[in-house]
């Protein structure tokens, strides 16, 4: 989000020499702005968060709803009309847009569903349109075959009549093809895609001892990798920084059910070739979920409690921080200073937590 190539004294990290000498150095903590009340049923998953200078906002099937980002303070609320739900959202704001798909989830037989462009200060429609639902393969609860964002709908799936499976990029704004392309093979049996700059898609097969395939597909190519032994998912986030793309991989369950001692991979490659450029890991939780932010990897584990900055060249750790607080399989974003932390828990949670980064 935001890339203007910060440098890195934008992070307050202590210098590597220094670090090295305080053996039992701490990192230090952000500074906690806001959270919300603990909820005390099940209000819906969250599918998204937005954060930008005037607003802190939150997705789930039924509304979006908007908060002060200092201070946490209610905004404004928007619901999708008549009995639609939303069902994707774009992870990232432009000129501070938020779009969302929704549709009538009781209506099988409708033709279309809608995209919905909200300002993120006030709540207003900016635009809103209808699209041809066939055209974006399936669509339902945990919609995984089609992503929105930067400009784009992205979609993966075999339509009738397809060789094997087909991504088609779409404008946002108007639905016009932008180009498709087929997979090599008719290898997969389902997908999800993960990104829409380029398009990256989580392939999975129901072959016994098939593995999970990470594809990245452009008009001019596309290359894949297997999931390695060891690892059982792709994490279901990735984040691009110049022509580097991380993401997670999720081991498999430890055998001692201890969840913190089972280190989480991140790995990097590169966008154009595939080349894995390096990996990361960590020991602070099983799933991690990177950000582009400022021109650097902003990754955060899945307990919500530990942001780390990585250096897209290199991995090289730039700075870290303790976010108080616990938040299952968390997601994040980011603006400027501003760090927000979404729990993904169904029982009674504190939902938002957000934080100030220096």
């Not at 129901?206 to 999931?227: A, C, N």
């Not at 498999?252 to 890991?281: H, I, M």
């Amino acid at each position: 989000m935001h890339q203007d190539r910060a440098p890195e004294s934008v992070w307050a990290a202590p210098e590597p020499g220094k670090r090295r000498l305080r053996l039992f150095r701490r990192d230090p903590e952000a500074q906690t702005l806001w959270q919300s009340e603990f909820e005390q049923q099940d209000l819906g998953e969250p599918l998204g968060v937005w954060v930008t200078d005037e607003t802190v906002a939150l997705a789930r099937f039924d509304r979006v709803a908007a908060y002060a980002p200092a201070t946490g303070e209610p905004r404004w609320t928007w619901q999708p009309p008549g009995q639609d739900v939303i069902v994707r959202v774009a992870p990232d704001t432009e000129e501070g847009l938020a779009v969302v798909l929704h549709h009538d989830d009781g209506d099988r037989d409708a033709r279309h569903v809608r995209l919905t462009a909200l300002d993120l200060r006030s709540g207003d429609v900016v635009w809103s349109r209808d699209q041809e639902k066939d055209r974006l393969g399936f669509i339902g609860d945990h919609t995984c075959e089609v992503a929105i964002g930067r400009g784009r709908i992205a979609t993966a799936h075999a339509w009738p009549g397809d060789a094997q499976a087909t991504v088609r990029c779409l404008d946002l704004r108007t639905g016009a093809l932008q180009w498709e392309q087929p997979l090599p093979d008719r290898w997969g049996d389902s997908f999800s895609v993960l990104a829409t700059h380029p398009p990256v898609l989580s392939v999975g097969n129901r072959g016994k001892r098939s593995r999970p395939r990470l594809y990245v597909v452009r008009e001019d190519g596309q290359w894949h990798i297997e999931l390695p032994d060891g690892y059982k998912d792709f994490e279901p986030t990735v984040a691009v920084v110049g022509d580097t793309l991380a993401i997670g991989l999720e081991p498999d369950d430890p055998a001692d059910s201890d969840e913190k001692s089972t280190g989480t991979l991140l790995c990097a490659y590169s966008v154009t070739t595939g080349e894995r450029l390096w990996e990361w890991r960590t020991d602070h939780g099983r799933t991690v979920h990177p950000l582009a932010h400022r021109g650097y990897f902003m990754v955060g584990n899945g307990y919500g409690s530990r942001v780390s900055v990585l250096d897209p060249a290199t991995g090289r750790v730039v700075a870290e921080r303790r976010l108080p607080g616990f938040s299952y399989r968390a997601r994040y974003a980011a603006s400027g200073d501003r760090l927000a932390v979404v729990c993904h828990a169904v029982n009674e949670t504190r939902r938002l937590r957000v934080f100030r980064w220096k």
